[in-house]
């Protein structure tokens, strides 16, 4: 019943910017942390930003001053704004939700693809 739903991804042209939205259907975020992965072609996936209930927020190291997560709990959704995109941005982004003990639940995905 409870699903995490990602939306806002497609293609994009190098430099352009896409928001990513992940809202929660059937539930709330409550106090769990959030984020995001993606895994590109060949690659395995990776963490690309997490958010806590407080705010505090973590970026691999690639995406750093390009992107910007944040929640809304309000209206039990995250975001993920992505700017100045590049062509090893393109992946499927999935939404996760943190439900303690190292457990996460995952969306289905939304493909971005970067190319000119």
């Known amino acids: 019943q409870v699903q995490l739903v990602e939306s806002g991804g497609g293609l994009v042209q190098p430099g352009g910017s896409l928001r990513l939205s992940c809202a929660a259907s059937g539930s709330i975020f409550t106090f769990n942390a959030m984020g995001w992965y993606r895994q590109a072609p060949g690659k395995e996936r990776e963490s690309v930003a997490d958010i806590t209930r407080g705010g505090k927020t973590n970026y691999v190291d690639s995406v750093k001053g390009r992107f910007t997560i944040s929640r809304d709990d309000a209206k039990n959704t995250v975001y993920l704004q992505m700017n100045n995109l590049k062509p090893e941005d393109t992946a499927v982004y999935y939404c996760?939700?943190?439900?303690?003990?190292?457990?996460?639940?995952w969306g289905k995905g939304t493909l971005v693809t970067v190319s000119s």
């Open positions: 996760t939700e943190n439900l303690g003990y190292g457990i996460k639940r």
